[in-house]
Antibody, heavy 125, light 109 residues
């Protein structure tokens, strides 16, 4: 079955760029059925969608973060990546990668059906 | 942008009781676009309900979703110890693509 695994530094300095990679196993990232995205959760707080990418490279970003976010896909490695620039302490969070359908599916609708385990990223000097 | 407001913020109940969690949208949304998730400490969220009322694979039938327009409900008919967690509703839209409610914490009384 398909699994997602986040990787990247757990500590980033203020003003620098946060970079994370999500590796997809047990399935192809090149599926035309799905978006591949990033969601974050600050400690003790709720969930915030950051952005998603389609296998073709089309991207969709949260307007609140759009100026600082870049999501890219590497189909040859079955990976997609997140870059968040000019980070501050407010970007400290658990970052999840996730899969969601690009069209309504009888099995999961439009929901986010598979999540990675999450990786904690702390912004601190 | 659709804003989802969940209530109550915290719900204190005992195992065996029933739970009713609310999610209100700032404007009418399609039922196809509304989902519910369960999150336990240290874990990623897990999909419970999609399309407002459809249980995801492997979800027990004590979980049910209902609603339309701006008002949606997640009902847990008989609480099991493992059901105490935080629950989020989520909307699939255009921009942003996904919006979450702030969550309802279901705690043991």
């Amino acid at each position: 079955h398909l699994q997602l695994q986040e990787s990247g530094p757990g500590l980033v300095k203020p003003s620098e760029t946060l970079s994370l990679t999500c590796t997809v196993s047990g399935g192809s990232i090149s599926s035309s059925t799905y978006y591949w995205g990033w969601i974050r959760q600050p400690p003790g707080k709720g969930l915030e969608w950051i952005g998603s990418i389609y296998y073709s490279g089309s991207t969709y970003y949260n307007p609140s973060l759009k100026s600082r976010v870049t999501i890219s896909v590497d189909t040859s490695k079955n990976q997609f990546s997140l870059k968040l620039s000019s980070v501050t302490a407010a970007d400290t969070a658990v970052y999840y990668c996730a899969r969601s359908p690009s069209r309504y599916l009888d099995s999961s609708g439009y929901s986010i059906d598979i999540w990675g385990q999450g990786t904690m990223v702390t912004v601190s000097s | 942008e659709i804003v989802l407001t969940q209530s109550p913020g915290t719900l204190s109940l005992s195992p065996g009781e029933g739970a009713t969690l609310s999610c209100r949208a700032s404007q009418s949304v399609g039922t196809s676009n509304l989902a519910w998730y369960q999150q336990k400490p240290g874990q990623a969220p897990r999909l419970l309900i999609y399309g407002a009322s459809n249980r995801a694979t492997g979800i027990p039938d004590r979980f049910s979703g209902s609603g339309s327009g701006t008002d949606f409900t997640l009902t847990i008919s008989r609480l099991e110890p493992e059901d105490f967690a935080v629950y989020y509703c989520q909307h699939y839209g255009s921009s942003p693509l996904y919006t979450f409610g702030q969550g309802t914490k279901l705690e043991i009384k």
